[in-house]
C-alpha cells in the first residue's frame, strides 16, 4: 500500500488555473501508475486523467483534453495536474489514485486512494 496525499486545491474564479499535488510515501512511487478521479455534487466518482510508471504515457478524459496536463516527477514522488481555463463544471473533490503497473480509467481498478482536495470555480 502506498499513501497519497493531495494539495493544492482551493477556490478560483472562471478561467483561472490551479496546480494539483499528488504526493506519494513511499520511494517506490515510479512503480506505480497514477491517475486523477474527480466527484462533483451528486455525481458518481469519474476520471480525469493517469500517467504511466515513467510519464510515457497519458490520458485524459474529454471533459479535460486541452485544459489538463497531467505530468510527475517520480525524484519528488509527486503527480501533478495542471488545469486551466477552469468552469464551473469543473468544480469538484478531487483524488489521486495508484496502482501497480499499468493505468485504466476505472475507479475499481485503484486501490490505493488519497483523501481528496476541494476545488471550487465561481462564475
Known amino acids: 500500500q502506498v499513501q497519497l496525499v493531495e494539495t493544492g486545491g482551493g477556490l478560483v474564479q472562471a478561467g483561472d488555473s490551479l496546480r494539483l499535488s499528488c504526493t506519494a510515501s513511499?520511494?517506490?512511487?515510479?512503480?506505480?501508475?497514477v491517475a486523477w478521479f474527480r466527484q462533483g455534487p451528486g455525481k458518481e466518482r469519474e476520471f480525469v486523467a493517469a500517467?504511466?510508471?515513467?510519464?510515457?504515457?497519458?490520458s485524459y478524459a474529454d471533459s479535460g483534453k486541452g485544459r489538463f496536463t497531467i505530468s510527475r516527477d517520480n525524484a519528488k514522488n509527486t503527480v501533478y495536474l495542471q488545469m486551466n481555463s477552469l468552469k464551473p463544471e469543473d468544480t469538484a473533490v478531487y483524488y489521486c489514485a495508484a496502482k501497480l503497473r499499468d493505468w485504466t480509467d476505472s475507479r475499481t481498478d485503484y486501490n490505493n486512494w488519497g483523501q481528496g482536495t476541494q476545488v471550487t470555480v465561481s462564475s
Open positions: 500517467i504511466s510508471q515513467r510519464g510515457y504515457s497519458r
Open positions: 513511499e520511494s517506490t512511487f515510479s512503480m506505480y501508475s
